[in-house]
């Protein structure tokens, strides 16, 4: 089996071709199927709107089948586990499941598994990993410089609660990106020292290529931390205008999004020249017509 539920198993060779192939399906390439019919499934345990919505185009795009699955109408209400759940798409003869789940790693009981067939993508896991995202943001700052290589990204925000960072931190470095790091200290983690530098926003807003913003995100502050208004984050650690005024004129602005406008960056940044934020959920589409194509022919990986 094939699945792809984490950057960090892929070497960069098998990166960089998910990322010209992204771009070639961008470009107008087709998929060339070895099979007449293929089904998915896309299974949202937690909310979603870009990568629930650009998997389901890519594999309309890639004349995958779209099996209607619903958790909120399912027989997951009546108890049935997630195992079991898969276990039986599998055994309906689904070739791919994307999962987005609040448990982190969620995905090991079923790639481990050897009754279910189906080829599992990991749509999200927890604060764990957010691997097609990830090769989308990097699908995107290629497509802007050509290259990883000594090309600065600061990653800012609600760094411990990212699934997006972690899986960003560790490819960028691995593929010659210097990572920077900035936002809260009780959003940060030492051990993120391994893949970069934390410094104030001040410092790297003036040299960096990209300013990476994250969600802040609520949903996951059960912890009881320091909890900022939505100004003073904004003033501290956002991309404000004046902030953003001092980028270099190459340098470019991303979010995974969804956006807190205001918060994370000024809301007149979404839409600015050097936002790639849209950018990015179009290059969604094709990164993940790539990874599709990759876990259903292993043509790729
Ligand atoms: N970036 C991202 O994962 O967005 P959604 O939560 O809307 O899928």
New binding site residues.
Partial sequence: LNHFVSVERLSNIEVMKLIRRGEAFKKGATWQPEKQQYFAANL?F?????????FETAERKLGVDVLSFDTSTSSIQKGETLYDTILTLSALGTDVCVI?HSEEAFFQPLIDSKTIKTQIVN??DGSGQ?P??CLLDLMTIYEEFGTFDSLKVAIVGDIVHSR?AKSNMQMLRRLGAEVYFSGPKEWFSEEYMAFGTYLPIDELVKSVDVMMML?VQHERHHDGKQVFSKEAYHQTYGLTIERASQMKPSAIIMH???VNRDVELASELVEAKQSRIVT??TN?VYARMAILEAVLTEAIL
């Fill in positions: 949202f937690e909310n979603s709107t870009r990568t629930h919505t650009s987005r749509g999200g957010h097609s995202q997006v969600r995974p999004a969804p990015q959920m969604g």
